[in-house]
């Protein structure tokens, strides 16, 4: 399984990344036991104060040597500190019984420029880029630290761009079936494998990572003969027992029987996402606020419908590879049926 070129970049013993998935639904630990079983570990920045972002490098470095990456939601936009709810989300706060107020804030969160700082400071040796692209400057400071980039892309438009300008060492291509957020940084449609490999004939030294339907042996093998040099797993490392993602979320992962149960929204955050079918994912807006405000929007309905295990008002991410799985393993367990079979 291993791939040379891949494990040699990212310092690892098998071509596989744990997916940088935001929100506490892993922990430093278990970040760092991936880091250990040979696979690269992946932290989120996303939601995160710059303080948190420390803690959360600090605690991984802590307790493992081995490598791991940082994720960026890269946005260099700026947002007023508070912000009108939809009426459509008040209305549905109203009926919740949690209404308070018709607006709600936004934190101060770090800027793109003082992550990388961060990340420079900390000696990470790799990060991936969600949403956006670094610019100029911040892709030059971190590569002459020694860093390596990921940019994730949805379509082969984006992954030419990045690639021509040279400002990525690695492409992680997500497709239509992974989970979660669409990655990329133009709203490019979606483009299909072999269109993706492409990139091979004019950027052949270039690894290029799959990410999406993929949870086991299996799927991880397919990949690596169509000529992709590793894979980014999300779902399945979510559906761990040591992962911190709820009891009410894993069931109903584990409910899943058909790809059909699950839909692209962006009603939830203000940006389109993969996940379970429900009453919030299906919440119809005369007028979407953008992300990240309108994933502060329905924080407060979020966060109520964990603490009350209501499934049907909370944000279940799932890829589609969530229907082949049938049970919650430990991650050792997890992680050896990967390399092993």
């Avoid at 690269?40 to 948190?52: D, E, H, M, R, V």
């Avoid at 860093?147 to 997500?174: C, P, R, W």
């Avoid at 964990?306 to 991410?317: A, F, G, R, V």
């Amino acid at each position: 399984m291993k791939t040379r070129f891949l494990c040699q970049l990212l310092e690892t013993q098998y071509p596989i990344i744990q997916a940088p998935m935001a929100g506490g639904i892993l922990s430093a630990d278990f970040i760092a036991k991936v880091c250990e079983f040979g696979i690269l570990g992946s932290i989120p920045s996303g939601y995160l104060s710059l303080a948190q972002l420390e803690a959360s490098i600090e605690a991984v470095k802590s307790m493992t040597d081995r490598p791991f990456q940082v994720n960026l939601f890269v946005d260099h936009s700026e947002y007023p500190e508070k912000i009108d709810k939809p009426v459509e989300v008040i209305e549905l706060e109203k009926s919740l019984g949690i209404f308070i107020s018709h607006d709600c804030s936004l934190p101060k969160l770090p800027s793109t420029s003082d992550i990388i700082d961060l990340i420079i400071a900390h000696q990470v040796t790799a990060i991936s880029t969600t949403f956006g692209v670094l610019r100029d400057e911040e892709y030059q400071r971190y590569k002459k630290a020694g860093g390596h980039v990921m940019v994730t892309v949805n379509s082969f438009a984006e992954a030419h761009k990045i690639l021509s300008a040279d400002h990525a060492d690695m492409i992680v291509y997500q497709n239509a079936l992974a989970g979660g957020h669409k990655g990329g940084f133009n709203d490019a449609e979606y483009d299909i494998d072999a269109v993706i490999l492409t990139l091979k004939k004019d950027y052949p030294k270039i690894p290029l990572i799959k990410s999406g339907g993929i949870v086991n042996q299996q799927d991880i093998l397919l990949a690596l003969e169509q000529g992709f040099d590793g894979v980014q797993i999300g779902t399945g490392f979510l559906m761990t027992q040591e992962s911190s993602a709820s009891e009410t979320y894993k069931q109903a992962l584990l409910g899943l029987c058909d790809d059909k149960q699950l839909m692209q929204t962006s009603s939830i955050t203000g940006r389109k996402a993969r996940g379970i079918v429900n009453e919030l994912a299906m919440l119809e807006l005369s007028q979407l606020p953008v992300f990240p405000l309108q994933h502060y929007a329905t924080k407060a309905i979020r966060d109520h419908a964990k603490n009350h295990d209501l499934p049907q008002y909370q944000s279940l991410w799932a890829g589609s590879g969530a229907v082949s799985i049938t049970s919650l393993p430990l991650l050792e367990d997890y992680m050896f049926s990967l390399v092993n079979g």
